[in-house]
């Protein structure tokens, strides 16, 4: 029986092409961590067992192929809004990005095996294999994700958001070193097999015993830091709309005024506020400086020493550029801060390398230009931090904010619209990547999204309120105390 599953053709790319899509369960929203430990493990073992470099790599391809398919699906779905037009797109949507992302994943595949076929680590302890296994994967993800055009979103540390007990840690070493002690979880499993397969019981106790001592380090630094750091809040109130427009009320010109006028009334308040948040792209007219009649309308929900900070297309009336920005308006209807995406969306809001192929899936209004100024801003006596969309992705460390020193911030507000991606699973998994950057940095996230789930995290990631995915609403809620890391 088991020569016979062996000379069927394909069908060890088959099962690791099934454990791959299986692994996506892992991530939001289903929050299956124990599967990605368990088919992490399996990788381990396959690299370690595989006598032929050629037949490890086709695998090793698939099961990432598969896994970036299972968790990115919803990449396409912007293209099924114009099905008449772009559907031939689709394939290429559905394949190449995952491959692309696969492809530098072999990379540590290849260097682990080669050092398993050296004299030298064949000679390791135990204990040591798993660790060249995680760190090699997580140096190879932290390049892909952050020195390229850099999409880090399928990131092992990501898989740990069924409860915030297992994020605490994020707040030691970020999102990076999270994904690390996470394959160093399932390299010590894999391990743990591999001895046990070879019947070195004790090899195979002591690489068990560490992969459950990790995991118990996790839970209980979580629990601590969470006993020790209770949510206490400022004297500062926010309230967050939540237009829930659907893209093609956005899209058409005759729902320009209903859609802004929705945007007023849910922002309309009694008791004083400081910020009001829209979310991307929410004022329904192509933005720039000295639109009074538009700073007359928008002024209208706030009082005396308010202010709104909403996303807009902006239009440079001197270099005719376009930008995806955010800007704030004051109570006055006074433009007094603004700041333009850094991080643009490639494919979606420019395309890299000016490829003709792809001019189909770029903005409409043809591609934004990158933003220049700090995503540090300050309005009255608060210092935000600004993440437009997915620029919410990027680490602390290596992203968007490298430069800045988060102790001197108050909160970041990350304003996006995952009204793009319907239902899928892409709402939920870019909740939970703005709540991991909440317990990287210590400081609350205040997140505004058109349609999706728009919420505020204090900084241990706790949920404060939402508006849930699919609804219109609006909620009021002190801003969370940061935490000085």
Not at 245 to 271: D, G
Not at 391 to 398: A, H, Y
Request: proline share 5%; charged share 15%; with cysteine.
């Amino acid at each position: 029986m088991r020569n016979r599953v062996a000379l069927c053709p394909g069908s060890q790319f088959l099962k690791s092409g099934i454990l791959g899509a299986v692994t996506a369960l892992a991530f939001a929203p289903f929050n299956l961590f124990p599967i990605f430990l368990a088919t992490f493990a399996w990788l381990f073992l396959k690299i370690r067992e595989t006598s032929r470099i050629a037949e490890l790599m086709k695998q090793a391809f698939c099961f990432f192929c598969c896994l970036h398919i299972g968790c990115i699906y919803w990449l396409i779905y912007p293209l099924t809004l114009n099905l008449h037009k772009y559907w031939i797109l689709i394939p290429f949507a559905i394949t190449l990005i995952p491959a692309y992302l696969s492809l530098f994943l072999l990379v540590p595949v290849f260097c682990l095996r080669k050092c398993e076929q050296s004299a030298k680590t064949r000679l390791m302890s135990s204990q040591v294999t798993p660790m060249i296994f995680a760190a090699f994967f997580t140096l190879t993800m932290m390049f892909y994700g952050n020195f390229l055009p850099g999409f880090p979103w399928v990131l092992p540390g990501y898989i740990w958001n069924c409860h915030e007990i297992f994020l605490q840690t994020l707040s030691l070493y970020g999102i990076y070193g999270l994904s690390f002690v996470t394959l160093l979880i399932s390299g010590f499993l894999g391990e743990s097999l591999w001895n046990y397969m070879a019947r070195r019981w004790e090899s195979a106790k002591k690489s068990a015993l560490l992969a459950v001592i990790i995991f118990l380090f996790l839970v209980l630094f979580g629990h601590f830091r969470l006993v020790n750091n209770p949510t206490k809040f400022t004297d500062k109130k926010v309230i967050v709309v939540q237009g829930n427009i659907q893209h093609e009320q956005k899209s058409a010109s005759a729902f320009a005024y209903p859609n802004l006028r929705k945007h007023l009334n849910l922002s309309r308040h009694e008791s004083k506020v400081d910020l009001i948040v829209w979310p991307e792209a929410s004022v329904p007219y192509l933005y720039h400086e000295n639109f009074t009649k538009l700073h007359v309308l928008l002024k209208s929900c706030l009082a005396d020493g308010e202010h709104l900070l909403t996303g807009v297309v902006r239009k440079d009336q001197c270099t005719e550029d376009f930008y995806n920005s955010v800007v704030v308006i004051n109570s006055s209807g006074e433009n007094v801060a603004k700041y333009d995406k850094i991080h643009l969306l490639p494919f979606g809001e420019y395309i890299p390398f000016r490829i003709p192929l792809f001019h189909a899936i770029a903005s409409e209004i043809d591609d934004f230009t990158f933003g220049q100024l700090s995503n540090l801003i300050e309005v009255g006596d608060l210092k935000i931090i600004l993440a437009i969309c997915y620029e919410i992705v990027f680490s602390r460390r290596l992203g968007t904010a490298a430069t800045i020193d988060f102790s001197k911030a108050d909160v970041i507000v990350n304003v996006t619209n995952d009204g793009w991606f319907g239902y899928t699973t892409e709402p939920f998994q870019h909740l939970q990547i703005s709540r991991a950057r909440a317990i990287e940095t210590g400081l609350p996230v205040v997140r505004a999204t058109n349609v999706g789930i728009s919420a505020i995290f204090d900084p241990c990631g706790r949920e404060i309120s939402r508006v849930p995915m699919n609804q219109a609403g609006a909620f009021e809620s002190p801003i969370p105390q940061k935490i000085i890391l």
